[in-house]
Nanobody
Framework: QVQLVESGGGLVQPGGSLRLSCAASGSIETIYEMAWYRQAPGKQPTLVANIKSADRINYSDSVKGRFTISRDNAKSTMYLQMNDLKPEDTAVYYC??????????????????WGQGTQVTVSS
């Protein structure tokens, strides 16, 4: 089975930076897509950025120019470098991925996975 584990959240002052990581574990064959979503208190989850390959990256308008998504395929790990953080970036950040892998019965499977979430708080 494939699992996603996020790390790197925390409390930071406005204008500061944080780097989130999302490590995928399991017998991954192909990574089709990985993405970061966030959910602010009382709001629906929204897409922050997604990466399908090195040249297929998208950002939400609210983070464009401040956040950078990247992926290390050898480590099956995705990153989100967040610079110039603002109070409105405060949210729980979730890692998402779509993978193909061989399950415990060695059956080829294509499925999506979510991480447990990591809190990012931007406040002075």
């Amino acid at each position: 089975q494939v699992q996603l584990v996020e790390s790197g959240g925390g409390l930071v002052q406005p204008g500061g930076s944080l780097r989130l990581s999302c490590a995928a574990s399991g017998s991954i064959e192909t990574i089709y897509e990985m993405a970061w979503y966030r959910q602010a208190p009382g709001k629906q989850p929204t897409l922050v950025a997604n990466i399908k390959s090195a040249d297929r990256i998208n950002y939400s308008d609210s983070v464009k120019g401040r956040f950078t998504i990247s992926r290390d395929n050898a480590k099956s790990t995705m990153y989100l470098q967040m610079n110039d953080l603002k109070p409105e970036d405060t949210a729980v950040y979730y890692c998402y991925g779509e993978f193909s892998f061989f399950d415990q019965q060695s059956v080829w499977t294509r499925a999506t996975r979510w991480g447990q979430g990591t809190q990012v708080t931007v406040s002075s």
